[in-house]
């Protein structure tokens, strides 16, 4: 054990569509919404299409919100759930990303290049996210936690809901793989974003990922490839990869988890989704499981919930 201690101390040293297939192009102005469409957010659609009124201060109109509609049922996620002002300054960067003065304009550019819808929506829902971030976080899981989860050497069922590129379940991996825990386990990232799953399922970073790693890590999980760096076969082999909003609940039929990650999510939503989340996020925990959050989020006051740690909170019951 003082060997993987040594090493911890290492590794938290530093800071670190479906295709386009029947794509139906539409006009803002003909886009259609059933007149009481659900809302998981609790907003219902009015029977013209658009978001029910917001407050005067709403920084989209409702143009823009028919637009945002549109390219975020692509991603199989409802757009009233995310926050107003956080999408307004990401659809002014779509536009220019797009190369297009208006909301219009960019209608009439996806509708010739469909293969930019994807890129479009993960410009909306962008995911930030590193090796290892918040070391002291990760110090926290595998010094404590693993152990706690894993008696007698068990494998664990871990998920990461919103996984972005995959950097945050790989990092959990390293820990398990250093414990022998890997190949007993279950890991699974999530994204409603599809071309962010693909970055997470193919395992390629550049470099300039992997500068706040130590090199003995780089070198153990890592191999150079193609002017940048993959991750070793094992943890790929150890991972899998789906597209899913984490809003809208496990798959069917998912077994409890006994760790799971959701990290700066919460942050982007409206408060009846965020409480939608957290819900989703507690009830996906078997009774003694973790949850970790961002260093600005706290899930809502439950009785189940015990906070063990900054960002680390234990299912009681």
Known sequence: MSAIRSEQDILVARSPADRYRHIQFL???????????????????????????HPADDPLDP???RFLHWILDRAGVNPDCYRR????????????????????????????????????????????????REPAV????????????????AGLRI????????AELYSVAMLLARRGLLQRSTLVGTDCRADAVCRARRGWFEFSRLESLDERLRRTYFVPHNGGFHVCQALRRATRWRRQDAVAGPSPGEQPWDLVLCRNLA?????????????VLEGSLRIGGILVTGKAERPAQSAALARLAPCVYERRK
């Open 267 to 279: 942050i982007y939503l409206e408060p009846p989704a965020v409480a939608r989340l957290w819900n």
């Open 159 to 166: 998920w990461s809901a919103g996984c972005s590129d995959g």
């Open 85 to 132: 002002a956080p999408l307004a300054r990401r659809l002014r960067a779509c536009l220019r990303s797009l190369r297009a003065r208006s909301i219009e304009e960019a209608w009439e550019r996806l509708k010739q290049e469909p293969q930019q819808v994807t890129a479009t929506v993960s410009m909306l829902l962008i995911g930030v996210t590193e090796f290892f």
């Open 27 to 53: 006009s803002p102005r003909s886009f259609p919404v059933p007149a009481r469409a659900p809302s998981l957010c609790g907003r219902p659609h009015s029977a013209a299409g658009s978001a029910a009124p």
């Open 138 to 153: 990760f110090s926290y899981l595998d010094e404590v936690v693993l152990p706690k989860l894993t008696p007698g050497g």
């Open 63 to 65: 143009e823009a919100r």
